[in-house]
């Protein structure tokens, strides 16, 4: 959670890749995700506040994300500037194989604002994983999104159903969840 202004809390950039847009799953919900990241970032850009880019290398043959692949890019809102940290990683957790633990404790940065692709994996694994390891985490519920799937139980789950059940099981035990306009409404002008 966002408490007060020596909180100083890193934006963690989740896996805005192009890949995801080459061949989706499915349709996908909150079309505004990567405009309301965009805004959080250059509100923590304006501020000189800590960026922390978290890029997916798959290692899944078919997988899009694949770092000899176009869609392993960045999406062109989220193009990392000089100065602006980032870790790769090749499973779900952004903390798993990467020195982005060591990063945070080494640079005294105890909360994180989390926004990203997916809500119910990456996104999820990360939030999850952060809170577990004592960081104080907010999830912007509106700069994350997710896609519709066919469940183990042959029912259509909606991308909306999968971003709300995510949010809904991430909230209050693992993190505070807010929109992108009550993060941008912390920060000061």
């Not at 896609?147 to 789950?157: L, N």
Request: charge should be negative; include cysteine; charged fraction near 25%.
């Amino acid at each position: 959670m966002i408490h007060d202004a020596d909180n100083n809390p890193a934006l963690l950039i989740v896996d805005v890749q192009k890949g995801l847009d080459e061949a989706p799953p499915g349709s996908r919900n909150n079309p505004e995700t990567e405009a309301n990241i965009s805004a959080l970032l250059n509100a923590w850009r304006k501020q000189g506040r800590p960026i922390i880019h978290i890029r997916h290398c798959s290692v899944e043959p078919d997988s899009p994300l694949r770092p000899e692949l176009p869609g392993n890019a960045y999406k062109d809102e989220v193009q990392p500037l000089p100065g602006e940290r980032e870790f790769t990683k090749s499973v779900n957790s952004a903390f798993i194989g990467t020195g982005l633990e060591q990063y945070l404790r080494s640079n005294r940065i105890s909360a994180l604002v989390i926004v990203g692709l997916t809500t119910d994996h990456c996104v999820s694994t990360t939030t999850r994983t952060a809170s577990d390891l004592g960081f104080d985490v907010t999830l912007v519920r509106d700069a994350t999104a997710a896609f519709e799937r066919i469940g183990y139980d042959g029912v259509h789950y909606s991308a909306e159903d999968i971003h709300r059940v995510n949010l809904v099981s991430l909230d209050g035990e693992f993190c505070a969840l807010r929109s992108t306009a009550e993060v941008l409404a912390t920060i000061p002008s």
